[in-house]
Structure formats: structure tokens, C-alpha cells
């Protein structure tokens, strides 16, 4: 069964600073990987979507995917303290429900 | 615009009683939708989820049940409520099985 581990478990950053957050998966014939956030038990917003190798920009939001390595990441430029929320991994092997990661808490601070 | 709506906000309800959440998306016809669980701290996971008013299928066994009376309307329910049940539920819609999926605000479920 698919499992999907993110890290770290939480970050504290400075505003303006990259951010970087990672998600490994077990399943290398996973074809769409999402990262979502969370502010505080609300609803998801999506951010970035990225369906094969290589990089996927969505504003101040980049995607690696590296599936031989069965790794994606999450890039977060210039941080702000309004992205402080909870990120989370979401892996699908085809038309299969996703499987989400336990999720990242970011903080950034001014 | 699309846009999706969940109901009730948040519930404290006791252990045995029935349960009714709600969610509805206008703006799109035909959505597939999704009933999705987050246990306090825990991971989400998927519930269920309906290509189609009628069908439902289920994902995941939590002693609950969802339905799709209509087009744009989902429901999960329960007859008798457990204390594990408690825990924030989210509704989600997509256009198709393979794009991203759009969610509602949730609602934050106690039972005591």
C-alpha cells in the first residue's frame, strides 16, 4: 500500500527565506503528486500540481518530482507569515484515491 | 465560478446519536465528489467519493455512509456516532477522476 512520509515534521523560517519541504513515496508508478496547505483545520487550497519529472512553478510555489527516486518537494519562495500553515503531500498511482502525507508544519516569521 | 459549501460549520454531538454533514457545489455539473477525514493530528484520508448522482463508493471503513441524492449534493452520515469519529471532514469535488480536487471549508466534528 502506498505510504506517503513528509519532512520535516514542522519548519520555522525567516520571511524572505527559501523554504523547502520534501515527500517521499513508496509507490514509483504514482503518476499525480499536489501539494496542498492547511490554515488551522480549514479547507485545502491547492498550490502546485505536477504529473511528471522535473519542475513545476505555480507563482512563488516550485515542484521537483524525481520518481526513480520516488521524491517530490516543495519550494517556497520568499516566504511570507501568511503561508505559515500546514503543507501537505497528496500521491495517486492513476485513478486511486491519494494518499496524503502527515503533513509540514511551516512557520514563517517576520 | 465554482464554489463549494459545507454544512454544519462544527458539531458537538453524544456517542450514539445520528449524524448529517452536508455539502453542495454550484457551478459545476456532473462533479465527481469526495468525503475526506482528518482525526485530530492525524493524516487525512478519503472516505468516499461519486462519479455520479446514485453511486458512491467507499474508501475507507469508519461505520459511516454517503449518499448523492443529487447532482450537486453529498452527504455523509451515520446512525449511531462513535467517540473515534471525531475529527475534521472535508468535501471535495474535481471535474474529472485524474484533476486536482477542490475542497470545502470542513466541519470539526466532536462527540463526547
Known amino acids: 500500500q502506498q505510504k506517503v512520509q513528509q519532512s520535516p515534521e514542522s519548519l520555522t523560517v525567516s520571511e524572505g527565506a527559501m523554504a523547502s519541504l520534501n515527500c517521499t513515496f513508496s509507490d514509483g508508478t504514482s503518476n499525480n503528486f499536489r501539494w496542498y496547505r492547511q490554515h488551522s483545520a480549514k479547507g485545502l487550497e491547492v498550490l502546485v500540481s505536477?504529473?511528471?519529472?522535473g519542475e513545476k512553478e505555480e507563482g512563488r510555489f516550485t515542484a521537483h518530482l524525481n520518481r526513480a527516486n520516488l521524491h517530490v518537494s516543495l519550494h517556497i519562495r520568499e516566504p511570507q507569515p501568511s503561508d505559515s500553515a500546514v503543507y501537505l503531500c497528496?500521491?495517486?498511482?492513476?485513478?486511486?484515491?491519494?494518499?496524503f502525507g502527515a503533513g509540514t508544519k511551516l512557520s514563517v516569521k517576520p | 465560478a465554482q464554489t463549494i459549501h459545507q454544512w454544519p460549520v462544527a458539531e458537538i454531538k453524544a456517542v450514539g446519536s445520528p449524524l448529517s454533514l452536508g455539502c453542495t457545489i454550484k457551478?459545476?455539473?456532473?462533479?465527481?465528489l469526495y468525503w475526506y477525514w482528518q482525526a485530530t493530528g492525524g493524516t487525512l484520508q478519503q472516505l468516499f467519493y461519486?462519479?455520479?448522482?446514485?453511486?458512491v463508493e467507499s474508501v475507507v471503513q469508519l461505520n459511516l455512509s454517503a449518499s448523492r441524492p443529487k447532482d450537486d449534493q453529498f452527504i455523509l452520515s451515520t446512525e449511531k456516532l462513535l467517540l473515534s469519529h471525531s475529527g475534521f471532514y472535508l468535501c471535495a469535488w474535481s471535474p474529472t477522476g485524474r484533476d486536482t480536487q477542490y475542497f470545502g471549508p470542513g466541519t470539526r466534528l466532536l462527540v463526547l
Open positions: 505536477i504529473f511528471s519529472d
Open positions: 457551478g459545476k455539473s456532473s462533479p465527481n
Open positions: 497528496a500521491v495517486s498511482p492513476a485513478l486511486n484515491a491519494p494518499r
Open positions: 461519486s462519479i455520479t448522482v446514485g453511486q
